[in-house]
Structures are given as C-alpha cells and as structure tokens.
C-alpha cells in the first residue's frame, strides 16, 4: 500500500477513511471465547476451535486489506498446557491444518509468517510445519503474520534475563550496558515494533500473561463477541476507534 488516504467500506457500505498515520502498525489479538462459542451451540470444543479458526482466515485478510504491517494472534499459550490432553492433541493439529488450507494465499499476499514462543515442548509435526511456513516466507515482504505459540510473557522475561546474564557473566555485556532495548532484543518478538493496539473478544477484561513488556503503551480494545463470531466490521471499529484516541506515551500535548 503505497498511496496515502485508504478507502474502506464498512458492513452498512458506509465509506471510512482510514489516514496511514492513524492506523495501527502492529495489531494483537487474544483468540478467546471459542470453547463457550461452541458450548453455547451444544457443539463440542473442537468445533469452537474450527470455527475460530475460520475467523482467523477473516481477520488476516481483513488486515492486510487495512493495511496493517503485523498481525499477532495467540494461538496457544504456555498455560494451555493444563487441558485436557484429547483437546492439546487436537490443538496441536491446528497449525498444519491451517497452513495446508492457507499458506497458498498467505504466499500470494506476499505475507510473511513467523512465530513467537518456545519451541521446546511442541510435539515434532507441529514444530515441521510451522517451520516449513516461516522458511516459505522469509523472503517476503508484505504484512508479517506473527504466531504467539506456546507462549508466555512471564517465561519469556525469565528468558531474556537468563540470556543477558549468560552474557554479563561471559564478560561480554556490562550491567551498566543493560537498557530496554537489551531486554527487548533478548524476548521473542525481537526487532518488532510493539503492538499499538490490543483486541482481545469474548468480553474477558485481562492480559492473561500475553506480551506484557511489549503492550506498555498499547490501546486496548476489549470486543464483546467469541473469537468465532469475529468479523472484519469489528476489526475495522477497533481501529477506528484506536485512530480517535490520543496516544501521548505520558507526555502532555501541547
Ligand atoms: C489455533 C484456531 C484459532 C482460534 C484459537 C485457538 C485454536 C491457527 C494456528 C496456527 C499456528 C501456527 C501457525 C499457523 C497456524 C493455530 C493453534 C490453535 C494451536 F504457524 N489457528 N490455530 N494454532 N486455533
């Protein structure tokens, strides 16, 4: 997208400008509300995961449409571990399921997908096909589509302060060298901007462990839909919404 004003056409076809400064650069998402979206249709969790699945497809290429230069959706988290394990099993099909439908386009859109998370404790065909996504893109440059996977903010903080540690008492970094963008080299999302927008759907108010270095100045935007019942018209007023608020890092404008 190179020109400056975007047209964009919400449900009622009424017509939006979105200015480029005014649209979020890195948008996250917590993909939450499936299993209730599912129990509420007496279907059982997996089809949840389906269909939140389905509405992930939705908002990818909704983004790309808008613009948006990162897309970060957590998809499973270190704390997802603790259910039932028929459920994990399943879960952990999802990420080959999904690519094998959709890196086609993913690859047409010239998007670029990469994954935050630890990759110790995924089984082996997860792990092959994620790695088989982020190998077929990396050269691309279009929207980077980033996979929280098997991730947590706190383990992943205990994991940048082991790293610089290793390298102060290797005696290649000194204390007084340790600033935030030591830290935030060492996390997962390294050499990303961080989110300038939250959505997190379902009506759940909370982080729940999900990039809590990065989000320091993100809005956030609290959607009260499941994850399966979310659509590009919800996208497009959340950053409607996030162009109309001020964002003044703690500084007053004058
Ligand atoms: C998962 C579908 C979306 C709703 C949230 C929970 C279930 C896509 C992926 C995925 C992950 C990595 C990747 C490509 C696709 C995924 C999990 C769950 C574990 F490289 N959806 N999705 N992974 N759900």
């Known amino acids: 997208m190179s020109f400056s004003w975007k047209k964009v056409f919400s449900k009622k076809n009424k017509q939006t400008e ?5 649209v979020p ?3 996250a998402i917590i993909m939450d509300g499936n299993g209730r979206w599912a129990a509420q249709r007496g279907l059982p969790r997996t089809a949840g995961h389906h269909a939140g699945m389905v509405a992930l497809r939705r908002t990818i290429r909704a983004a790309d449409e808008f ?7 957590y998809a499973f988290s270190t704390e997802n571990w603790k259910r039932p394990v028929a459920e994990v099993d399943f879960l952990m099909r999802l990420p080959s399921e999904f690519l094998r439908t959709d890196l086609p386009e993913l690859i047409a859109k010239n998007v670029k997908v990469i994954m935050s998370g630890s990759r110790t404790g995924l089984p082996r065909h997860t792990i092959k096909a994620v790695d088989e996504a982020i190998s077929k893109t990396a050269n691309n440059t279009g929207m980077i589509l980033n996979f929280a996977l098997n991730y947590g903010s ?11 540690s290793q390298a102060v008492a290797a005696g290649s970094l000194q204390v007084n060298e340790i600033n935030e963008k030591i830290v935030a080299d060492h996390l ?3 050499g990303l901007p961080d989110p300038d927008l939250l959505i997190r759907p379902s009506g ?3 982080l729940s462990n999900f990039l809590l270095w990065q ?20 996208l497009l007023a959340a950053i409607e919404a996030f162009s109309q608020r001020d964002r003044r890092f703690g500084t007053i404008k004058l």
């Open 18 to 22: 979105i200015s480029p400064d005014s």
């Open 25 to 27: 650069k890195h948008i």
């Open 67 to 73: 613009g948006i230069k990162v897309l970060t959706v």
């Open 154 to 164: 706190r383990a992943e903080i205990v994991k940048a302060v082991r790293e610089i």
């Open 188 to 190: 997962y999302t390294a």
């Open 204 to 206: 759940e108010i909370r």
């Open 215 to 234: 989000l320091a100045y993100a809005e956030l935007c609290f959607v009260e839909v499941y994850w399966p019942d979310f659509k590009r018209e919800h």
